[in-house]
């Protein structure tokens, strides 16, 4: 609506005036309303992937954890599963390795002992000793 004013010899159209400030102050608002859920959307992507990474290191955590208890299960059966050490003499064999800082770990091994035996106690050994 256009209002004719008697001093002014132009019009004013005070109603499209207001509208389009109104237009402009809307936009402005919408605006800064999408900007603020933008920076929502990212601050919680951001927080989700944070909450991820500390679930995946818990989980890396734990299987660290379960394989190191389960590594000392098998160093315990295999120290349980060998047999004594036999006297020296020709049924005997002596294993021995020495380790990076000169020291040297040393067992006898009865010939009927299986390899695998021979193999898992030494890195045994080796393993503790470190």
Same mark, same amino acid.
């Given at each position: 609506?256009? !209002?004719?004013y008697? *001093?002014?010899p132009?019009? /004013?159209?005070? #109603?499209s005036? !207001?509208? $389009? &400030?109104?237009?402009? @102050?809307?936009?402005k608002?919408?605006?800064? &309303?999408?900007l603020?859920?933008?920076? &929502?959307?990212?601050r919680?992507?951001?927080?989700?992937?944070t909450? %991820?990474? +500390?679930e995946? $290191?818990? &989980?890396?955590? #734990?299987?660290?954890v379960?394989?190191?208890?389960?590594? /000392?299960?098998?160093?315990? %059966? @295999?120290?349980?599963?060998?047999p @004594?050490?036999?006297? +020296?003499?020709?049924?005997?064999? *002596?294993? /021995? %390795?020495?380790?990076?800082?000169?020291?040297?770990?040393?067992?006898?091994?009865?010939?009927? *002992?299986?390899?695998? /035996?021979?193999?898992?106690?030494?890195?045994?050994?080796?393993?503790?000793?470190?």
């Amino acid at each position: 609506m256009c !209002i004719l004013y008697t *001093t002014s010899p132009s019009f /004013v159209c005070t #109603a499209s005036v !207001i509208n $389009a &400030e109104e237009q402009q @102050d809307r936009a402005k608002q919408l605006e800064a &309303e999408a900007l603020a859920r933008e920076e &929502e959307e990212q601050r919680a992507a951001a927080e989700r992937a944070t909450v %991820a990474a +500390a679930e995946r $290191a818990d &989980e890396a955590a #734990a299987a660290a954890v379960l394989a190191e208890d389960v590594l /000392v299960a098998q160093r315990k %059966a @295999d120290a349980e599963a060998l047999p @004594d050490e036999p006297p +020296a003499g020709a049924d005997a064999t *002596t294993v /021995v %390795a020495r380790m990076p800082d000169g020291r040297r770990l040393n067992r006898r091994f009865g010939k009927e *002992t299986e390899l695998r /035996v021979v193999r898992r106690n030494t890195m045994n050994r080796f393993l503790s000793y470190q």
